[in-house]
């Protein structure tokens, strides 16, 4: 078994290797779209808010890039991209409440 400092090490190099290029040894998650993802479904960003129970502050801040979406919003985000009224219909059927 490894002991702690092994681990950190191990990971000190596999950042070094990032940072020099080598992506093999990282996970990298492609930045998402939000803004381009909200602009297909032609809504505000309040009614884009409104319509999938998203916090309003949340958009902006994903639209502004000071936050990225989590791994469950991103498949949220993924499957309006695919189909918004599929999704729009889901979350009615669901009969969620309404976010303050």
């Known amino acids: 078994m ?3 400092f092994e681990k950190i090490a191990a990971g000190l190099e596999d ?5 020099e290029g080598d992506t093999t040894r990282a996970r990298v998650v492609a930045p998402l ?3 381009r993802v909200r602009a297909a ?5 309040a009614d884009f808010a409104t319509a999938y129970h998203l916090p309003i502050g ?3 801040d994903w639209e502004q890039n000071r936050r990225q979406p989590d791994a469950p919003a991103r498949v949220l ?8 009224h599929a999704v729009e219909s ?11």
């Open 2 to 4: 490894a002991t702690a």
């Open 15 to 19: 950042a070094i290797a990032f940072v």
């Open 33 to 35: 779209d939000v803004k």
């Open 41 to 45: 479904t032609k809504k505000t960003q």
């Open 58 to 60: 949340t958009v902006r």
């Open 77 to 84: 985000l993924s499957m309006i991209a695919a189909d918004p």
């Open 90 to 100: 889901l979350i009615a059927k669901a009969d969620l409440p309404t976010l303050p």
